[in-house]
């Protein structure tokens, strides 16, 4: 495939990883304030939201059909009005009575739609871009992945919030939101009709020879040395924070006689959701420049600790139930910027096991056990809540945080494994 100029790359990367991560967001994050502000219980919620991680879970298995059927550019062009057409849906039976499994429907085809397009664009990017382009262009396709998240968690349960003011009326405030999402992917899809890479040539339509070489791959990824260390680190180092997660925007959203601190939708999505995912990028951010100076080794179990530890203020706002929003905000704040940094050690954990032949294929196996990771755990977690409340809940995610740390001890770093060789 011929590769367009770099002008061009800025028509089309920006908006396609935004609205890469748009969906993600909506079907992850959008949908568990939907339902709790529509008064589904929390250990509803909990476990078919976490449900949604599937797609993700299993994604790398339907990668060779995306190679073979038809181009990368038609997918996502394809997927988005799929999506846009699912969210039209997600907002007419929203104000029906049986609401939940209909909007269930439509939310498990949006995760579907929006890991196949992940694929399709992921695929795009490798095939138009230059290796030089590809580095080049990661940072600004992260930022703006980044964005999406900001906006899911932070501006869309704003917009929700002033539209519940201005209507008196929640479930028309959400349809008109959903409208709303509905028609931007419409336009983003005729947006990226236009300025997508049109050169791009179809794979001939051997899929067979496509899977095996899938299962060769996946098999060299099973032999690889300690991997079973190494899945099971995956699995369960965010085994605390999984149901963390889950649960942390209910808590928040919940009224203070539920034991909630009985935030609106305004104030959630600016304190979690607007500066708390800032201050997880910022800890992120930091956490790869620490380790770009000393290396992985040094930093890992330091890091897992700043990742851990944070999550006591949330036992701590469980106990007190402050109603200071400065307070709140500086909390999450503190608690995010610590998830973020710590996160950034999984990730290049990941990374560094993924090496060598086949690694692209091989990091997003990892990034499949790793949804599955946060899958699990998050399914059963609105039970727990529900039956401790919201208080034992938090000791017991400290708790559940001890396994991910003590699996450490097991793990092969390499030696200055991510630190610079300047």
């Known amino acids: 495939m011929k590769k367009n100029s770099s002008s061009d790359h800025w028509k089309w990367i920006p908006s396609l990883y935004f609205i890469e991560g748009l969906p993600w967001a909506i079907t992850m994050i959008v949908s568990v304030v939907l339902y709790k502000n529509l008064n589904i219980s929390n250990s509803d919620i909990a476990l078919y939201t976490s449900w949604l991680y599937l797609p993700w879970v299993i994604k790398p298995f339907w990668s060779p059909i995306i190679d073979t059927v038809n181009t990368k550019r ?44 992940d694929i399709a664009a992921d695929g795009l990017y490798l095939l138009s871009l230059s290796s030089h382009d590809q580095a080049w262009y990661i940072g600004i396709r992260n930022t703006f992945y980044r964005l999406a998240i900001i906006t899911g968690q932070g501006l869309i349960i704003i917009i929700v ?15 008109l939101l959903f409208f709303s999402l509905s028609v ?21 339509n051997n899929s067979s020879q496509l899977f095996q070489e899938f299962y060769l791959i996946l098999k060299s990824f099973f032999l690889k040395p300690s991997i079973s260390i190494s899945i099971i680190f995956i699995l369960i180092y965010r085994f605390g924070e999984a149901q963390l997660v889950k649960i942390a925007p209910l808590f928040m959203l919940d009224s203070l006689n539920d034991g909630g601190l009985g935030l609106s939708n305004v104030e959630y999505g600016f304190l979690y959701g607007t500066l708390g995912t800032a201050c997880l990028t910022i800890g992120g951010i930091v ?9 992985l080794k040094f930093w890992i179990v330091w890091m ?21 929003k400065i307070l709140i905000g500086t909390l999450v704040c503190i608690e995010q910027f610590g998830y973020g ?21 091989h990091y997003a196996i990892c990034t499949g056990i790793m949804a599955m990771g946060m899958m ?20 017991w995610v400290i708790l559940s945080t001890i396994p991910g740390l003590i699996m450490i001890k097991f793990l092969s770093i390499k030696q200055n494994y991510g630190r610079n060789k300047a």
């Open 74 to 117: 038609s997918w996502i062009i394809g997927m988005q009005l799929l999506i846009g057409c699912c969210l039209a849906l997600i907002g007419l039976t929203i104000p029906l009575e049986s609401f939940f499994k209909y909007t269930l429907v439509f939310f498990w085809l949006i995760a579907f739609s929006s890991a196949t397009q």
């Open 161 to 175: 919030g002033y539209l519940t003011d201005l209507t008196g009326q929640i479930y028309l405030a959400w349809s």
């Open 184 to 204: 931007t992917l419409f336009i983003s899809a005729f947006y990226h009709y236009k300025v997508l890479p049109k050169n791009e040539q179809k794979r001939s």
């Open 287 to 295: 956490g790869g420049i620490l380790i770009a100076k000393q290396g």
């Open 304 to 324: 897992a600790l700043a990742m851990k530890l944070p999550d006591i203020v949330y036992v701590y706002m469980a106990h007190s139930l402050p109603s200071n």
């Open 341 to 361: 940094f710590g996160f950034t050690a999984y990730l290049l954990y990941m990374m560094m096991i993924s090496e060598g032949k086949n690694s692209t294929s």
């Open 376 to 395: 699990v755990p998050g399914m059963f977690s609105g039970m727990i809540q529900e039956s401790f409340g919201y208080f034992n809940f938090f000791i």
